[in-house]
T-cell receptor, first 114, second 116 residues
Framework: AQSVTQLGSHVSVSEGALVLLRCNYSSSVPPYLFWYVQYPNQGLQLLLKYTSAATLVKGINGFEAEFKKSETSFHLTKPSAHMSDAAEYFCAVTASGGNEKLTFGTGTRLTIIP | GAVVSQHPSWVICKSGTSVKIECRSLDFQATTMFWYRQFPKQSLMLMATSNEGSKATYEQGVEKDKFLINHASLTLSTLTVTSAHPEDSSFYIC????????????FGPGTRLTVT
């Protein structure tokens, strides 16, 4: 079984500041990990994914995440926040086998302060 | 990239009626689709796995007689909320992997259901 924990349901950062959204996972098998972004009343858009290749993963919109097995973490970062980054962010995990269910974290709402 | 559409994007229905939501993979074939439910300011909860040509697999606690899923073709899965009640009001989202064995899922834009 897999699970993810997102620390902080709300994160506020100033425009231009570092964005750090935390995600810790639990998995009995090697995991695949994902970060999704959701804008109001919309579906989910994939930001980036970890699938057992490079541990530092770069995604869209300047986001990146690092898989740390020793810490069971997959935190999302962006060096400089932009107003358009304001959204809900979800970390998700699945077993590395394909066509498996995604298990989502509870989400983190990111607010950007002008 | 892969595109998944949903129809309608929003629907309002009266209590006791049934509502059908469609999920289509526009540029790829999907043998498996997933249906999620999302309450306001909450995460996505998997309701069921829709399998083309066979019965859906429901998650624990989801009423299969209330949420009917039909995956009649490789590009279309439907979710019918039967005898809807106000507590069924929610945001319903579908997703599909790009291919059999793929780990990445593509999400539809969601359907907002309001039951009055």
């Amino acid at each position: 079984a897999q699970s993810v924990t997102q620390l902080g349901s709300h994160v506020s950062v100033s425009e231009g500041a570092l964005v750090l959204l935390r995600c810790n996972y639990s998995s009995s098998v090697p995991p695949y990990l994902f970060w999704y972004v959701q804008y109001p009343n919309q579906g989910l858009q994939l930001l980036l994914k970890y699938t057992s290749a490079a541990t530092l993963v770069k995604g869209i919109n300047g986001f990146e995440a690092e898989f740390k097995k020793s810490e069971t973490s997959f935190h999302l970062t962006k060096p400089s926040a932009h107003m358009s980054d304001a959204a809900e962010y979800f970390c998700a995990v699945t077993a590395s086998g394909g066509n498996e269910k995604l298990t989502f974290g509870t989400g983190t709402r990111l607010t950007i302060i002008p | 990239g892969a595109v998944v559409s949903q129809h309608p994007s929003w629907v309002i229905c009266k209590s006791g009626t049934s509502v059908k939501i469609e999920c289509r993979s526009l540029d790829f074939q999907a043998t498996t689709m997933f249906w999620y439910r999302q309450f306001p300011k909450q995460s996505l909860m998997l309701m069921a796995t829709s399998n083309e040509g066979s019965k859906a697999t429901y998650e624990q606690g989801v009423e299969k007689d209330k949420f009917l899923i039909n995956h009649a073709s490789l590009t279309l899965s439907t979710l019918t909320v039967t005898s809807a009640h106000p507590e069924d009001s929610s945001f319903y989202i579908c997703s599909a992997p790009l291919a059999a064995g793929a780990y990445e899922q593509y999400f539809g834009p969601g359907t907002r259901l309001t039951v009055t």
